[in-house]
């Protein structure tokens, strides 16, 4: 599942990819790190990893939303050399803090997880730190169950779902113009979307195969599967 996602956003040659498991109060879906992939607790995300039996590569937080039972584990980790305590005054979140320790160890795939649900400014927050990895030459979504989320920039995209499948479509920090949808229940041709009006709202797939060109702009894209989630599902809350 998660390869349609990255036939979605080719980025460079390499399979691997950084997965970061934020405090979200709910996974909906298990990250299953593959060879290569490195595993990131962000904050009280570790709580997620524990309850799934991972262990992260590296633990990354100021540990504000850390539970008590949480806090053993942080002196193991820190013997380890897997901790990076961060303070809790600081201009980074603790996911845009994570997702800075991973592009600087040369990681461009990355997959955010327990980064939505709860508060919505944390959601919100969450997708400008999608933003900051476009602009930084990465590839990124947000999972959240049957649901992904990235940004879109210029260009050509091609979504590899099912007939069924629904998506929407948001313009981010401005108008977004030139736009094609082709494949969907309701096309597009040379379009706009501003951010006064949610014209983008709940298209479907029509074919397994949904065509999206952009010539200026960015799009928040949100994508949500018609049957299942992207990846292995779970129920996982702290």
């Known amino acids: 599942m998660i390869n349609k996602l990255w036939k979605a956003l080719p980025v460079g040659e390499t399979a691997a990819a950084a997965l970061l498991v934020g405090a979200g109060p709910g996974l909906g879906v298990a990250p299953k790190p593959q060879a290569g992939d490195c595993l990131v607790a962000v904050d009280g995300g570790y709580m997620h990893c524990l309850a799934l039996g991972l262990e992260p590569d590296m633990w990354i937080g100021d540990f504000d939303s850390l539970p008590a039972q949480g806090m053993a584990a942080m002196d ?16 980074d979140t603790d996911m ?11 990681y461009r795939r990355f997959l955010l997880y327990g980064g939505t649900g709860g508060r919505l400014d944390h959601s919100l927050a969450n997708i400008h730190c999608l933003e900051y990895l476009r602009r930084s030459g990465a590839a990124a ?7 992904a989320i990235t940004l879109l920039g210029p260009g050509r995209y091609a979504l590899e779902g099912e007939v069924g499948d629904g998506f929407s ?3 981010w920090g401005g108008e977004a113009s030139g736009l094609d949808i082709a494949g969907a229940e309701y096309g597009l041709h040379k379009g706009r979307l501003g951010p006064e ?12 195969r949904v065509e999206l ?3 200026k702009g960015r799009l928040v894209l949100f994508w949500q599967k018609k049957t299942g989630v992207w990846g292995e599902e779970v129920v996982c809350g702290m």
């Open 76 to 91: 193991a980790a820190s013997r380890s050399g897997r901790l990076l305590s961060l303070p809790r005054a600081k201009d």
């Open 96 to 106: 845009m803090a994570a997702i800075g320790w991973a592009l600087g160890r040369g």
């Open 141 to 147: 979504w947000m999972l959240d169950g049957g649901e």
């Open 169 to 171: 479509l948001f313009a």
């Open 197 to 208: 009006y949610p014209l983008g709202i709940s298209n479907v797939f029509a074919r397994e």
């Open 213 to 215: 060109y952009l010539e």
